[in-house]
């Protein structure tokens, strides 16, 4: 793994709190000229540190007024299974992330729905539908917040 320097985690850290910013406005905050900084963010994205940038969106302004976790257990455990119920579900709509875990959980799913009927039925639809599927439960999001701090676990 690449040996980060101070400016490469200067740049992230800034960066994950606005990806939308300028590189302009990124090399004065860091203090650099645009040039340093548009290449520093090119290598970084060169050598997959940094792997995109992203927007956050409302959900309920879309119509999405429910947000659940469903955490998924399996009766069988298979590379082939795993992926094949991974990709199913990563595809729906509804689907805000998805966690493939270790622990008595195989996966857990933050999805995100306009009401409890969309709810109810998405789970029987896509859930318990499944024949790999053995157990499931459901809990309500009422609040959802990202950080937006940069992890420090390799500082210089």
Known sequence: ??????????????????????NKDLAALVGVAP??????????????????????????????????????????????IIDELRDAIIGLPEVISLFHMGGKDDFLVHLCVPDTDHLRNFVFDHFTSREEVVHLETSLVFEHRFSRSLPCFNRP
């Open 35 to 80: 040039s340093t900084c548009l290449e520093r963010v090119r290598k970084l994205q060169g050598e997959g540190v940094l792997k995109g940038a992203h927007c956050e969106v409302d959900h309920q302004a879309l119509g999405g007024h429910i947000q659940a976790m469903v955490s998924l257990r399996l009766a069988r455990h298979s590379r082939q």
């Open 1 to 22: 793994m690449k040996n980060l320097d101070q400016l490469d985690l200067d740049i992230l850290s800034h960066l994950f709190r606005d990806a939308g910013m300028t």
